[in-house]
């Protein structure tokens, strides 16, 4: 029996992205981009086959797969999708097609390994090569109505996942056999299980959970929260300690459903915490809910993490958030998508305005040397009126008996 491959995206909207790209790249003069990495390659085409699709500023584009072009056929929408075992024939079918060479041509210079990058180089021969990748990440920062469907189902079933925490946290098991168990829970409801970032050399597996003192270890990774992991190869993540009553158990896990992601915190204890956790985490959800008025259209998101940096001093944890030992990351929030390191980022210095339709992962969070994690994340909306929260499940700090 054949196997029936599934399209995620109808025409129009391939067809409403591809257009999209053209503009952008006829505005920065350039005669056709080149696609080349799985995420963008996604968002263009509806699969992730290995390939390259070639977008000129005036044709059609042309898809030319290594490996699968049959399953490429099936799982895209576009027309011109043809196998091809080399890139140094790329030359070749667009002059089959009556496509010329370009003169300026676009590459995803950000993620494109340099080696890559000199071979295109030398197959474009004169060509100008320019980086697209500005471009490709601000028209994927503003999703389409299909887009935030797609976000607002994996963020109902992040908060689903939530809810099976206190029904699977028990005092002794160990902070990696609860990951497993919740992982199994999220794999039940769809997870697809990769979770792609853009930023090279980072790593994640569905999130972390981490609960007290290991929650508050630093480590590489661009995040807040690190934990000490299991190993040093990974250094990130739950680890073999046993869950202990009395610490804030740190949940942060991202949910994953036909490429879309939802990024989402909570915070949970086996039972009472002391009352310097309940403190700490309610000025995390005080400064969350001063963002949700603050970021509206037009709302430059360097001025919303300074908002946030200063309410954060004000209520007197200027030292702990978001970090408590230098370097500390300068970021409170970040775009996501199909990648979870999308743009906008909140983020020090930055100059991006906010746009209706970006989708954001606001994580407000105090770490506690010594002690543990308290605060949320939930990716939101921007919309007219300011954030619209897409994870729901309740915010405060869930007490498990």
Same mark, same amino acid.
């Given at each position: 029996m054949a196997t029936e491959y599934r399209q995620v995206f109808l025409e129009e909207e391939i067809t409403s992205r591809i257009k999209g790209l053209k503009e952008r790249i006829a505005k920065e003069n350039l005669d056709a981009a080149l696609i080349v990495q799985k995420a963008d390659r996604y968002y263009y085409t509806g699969t992730t086959q290995q390939g390259w699709l070639y977008v000129?500023?005036?044709?059609?584009?042309?898809?030319?797969?290594?490996?699968?072009?049959?399953?490429?056929?099936?799982?895209?929408?576009?027309?011109?999708?043809?196998?091809?075992?080399?890139? !140094? !024939?790329?030359?070749?079918?667009?002059?089959?097609?009556?496509?010329?060479l370009p003169k300026r041509l676009g590459l995803e210079l950000d993620v494109m390994p340099a080696n890559t990058f000199f071979m295109f180089n030398s197959i474009f021969g004169s060509a100008e090569i320019h980086d697209v990748s500005p471009?490709?990440?601000?028209?994927?920062?503003? !999703?389409?109505?299909?887009?935030?469907?797609?976000?607002? !189902?994996?963020?109902?079933?992040?908060?689903?996942?939530?809810?099976?925490?206190p029904e699977l946290a028990k005092p002794g098991i160990t902070e990696v056999e609860l990951a497993g168990l919740v992982e199994a829970r999220a794999r039940k409801l769809?997870?697809?299980?990769?979770?792609?970032?853009?930023?090279?050399?980072?790593?994640?597996?569905?999130?972390?959970?981490?609960?007290?003192?290991?929650?508050?270890?630093?480590?590489?990774?661009?995040?807040?929260?690190?934990?000490?992991?299991?190993?040093?190869?990974?250094g990130q993540g739950p680890s073999f300690k046993p869950l202990e009553r009395h610490q804030p158990l740190l949940v942060d896990y991202v949910f994953a459903r036909d490429g879309y992601l939802s990024d989402h915190a909570r915070i949970f204890s086996l039972g009472e915490l002391d009352d310097e956790f309940y403190k700490a985490h309610e000025a995390m959800r005080g400064i969350q809910d001063m963002v949700k008025q603050m970021a509206v259209p037009g709302a430059v998101t360097g001025e919303i993490y300074a908002a946030m940096v200063d309410m954060a001093?004000?209520?007197?944890?200027?030292?702990?958030?978001?970090?408590?030992?230098?370097?500390k990351i300068r970021f409170t929030g970040h775009g996501v998508g199909i990648e979870l390191d999308e743009f906008p980022f909140i983020a020090q210095g930055q100059t991006?305005?906010?746009?209706?339709?970006?989708?954001?992962?606001?994580?407000?969070?105090?770490?506690?040397?010594?002690?543990?994690?308290?605060?949320?994340?939930?990716?939101?909306?921007?919309?007219?009126?300011?954030?619209?929260?897409?994870?729901?499940?309740?915010?405060g700090i869930t007490r498990i008996d």
């Open positions: 000129p500023v005036d044709r059609a584009p042309v898809f030319m797969v290594f490996k699968d072009a049959e399953r490429a056929a099936a799982e895209s929408v576009l027309e011109d999708i043809i196998p091809l075992l080399s890139p !140094k !024939k790329i030359p070749d079918v667009l002059n089959e097609r009556g496509i010329a471009s490709i990440r601000l028209q994927r920062a503003v !999703k389409s109505g299909f887009e935030i469907e797609c976000i607002r !189902k994996s963020s109902a079933l992040a908060d689903k996942v939530a809810a099976s925490v769809g997870h697809q299980g990769t979770i792609r970032m853009r930023m090279w050399d980072n790593d994640l597996f569905y999130g972390h959970i981490m609960c007290g003192p290991e929650a508050a270890v630093p480590g590489s990774l661009a995040s807040p929260t690190a934990g000490a992991g299991m190993n040093p190869f990974v001093k004000e209520s007197g944890y200027g030292a702990e958030f978001m970090g408590a030992a230098p370097p991006l305005p906010l746009e209706s339709g970006m989708v954001i992962a606001l994580e407000p969070k105090v770490i506690l040397p010594g002690k543990g994690v308290v605060g949320v994340e939930n990716t939101c909306l921007v919309t007219p009126d300011g954030l619209e929260m897409l994870t729901r499940y309740p915010e």
